[in-house]
């Protein structure tokens, strides 16, 4: 099976299933679906950021300093949110990621329901080679530099801004 054939949930502007639909026809279509974003940080607490590959069914070639993606058919936030940070960090045994805060991304055609999620991941990363072409671990001060130079996912871009606003907020 390819990525384009695994089943999602297709979901409303509240977030509640109204069936499902093969992702390639979900994203062909503009269909509402559900996806996760993970910040992974390691020991250091710097922030793990990667170049998707070319051959990505959305976004090639982008930076990321999220790791995540769809939700499957039936799956939970919050499986979707450890199974996608240990396939594309290329580890096992990573603690469960802690749910920060849910929205809906609307970028152009695209549209889905993001919950965004943090993890510690102190192993050493192996990411999936179908998914990553290059990666490091960026502090804060130097991925904030690189927000300008680099062409950044649009959806990881907004979630980081969003990520941002919520650390504020937390902090006051």
Not at 95 to 113: I, M, N, Q
Not at 126 to 145: G, I, S
Not at 157 to 166: E, N, Q
Request: aromatic share 12%; with cysteine.
């Amino acid at each position: 099976m390819t990525p384009s054939d695994e089943i999602l949930d297709i979901v409303d502007e509240n977030d509640v299933v109204v069936g499902q639909a093969p992702r390639g026809e979900a994203t062909a279509r503009g269909l509402r679906h559900r996806c996760v974003f993970i910040e992974a940080r390691d020991a250091e607490g710097r922030v793990f950021v990667h170049r998707r590959t070319a051959t990505k069914l959305v976004f090639p070639s982008h930076y990321d300093m999220f790791v995540g993606g769809v939700v499957g058919a039936g799956e939970s936030y919050d499986e979707a949110a450890l199974r996608e940070a240990e396939e594309e960090l290329g580890v096992s045994g990573l603690p469960r990621p802690e749910p920060l805060f849910k929205f809906l991304y609307e970028g152009g055609r695209h549209t889905w329901w993001s919950y965004v999620y943090r993890v510690r991941c102190e192993l050493p990363v192996n990411p999936q080679v179908e998914e990553v072409a290059w990666h490091t671990f960026l502090d804060d001060e130097e991925l904030e530099r690189r927000l300008d130079d680099w062409l950044w996912v649009p959806d990881g871009l907004d979630c980081y801004r969003r990520l941002r606003a919520f650390r504020a907020r937390e902090a006051s």
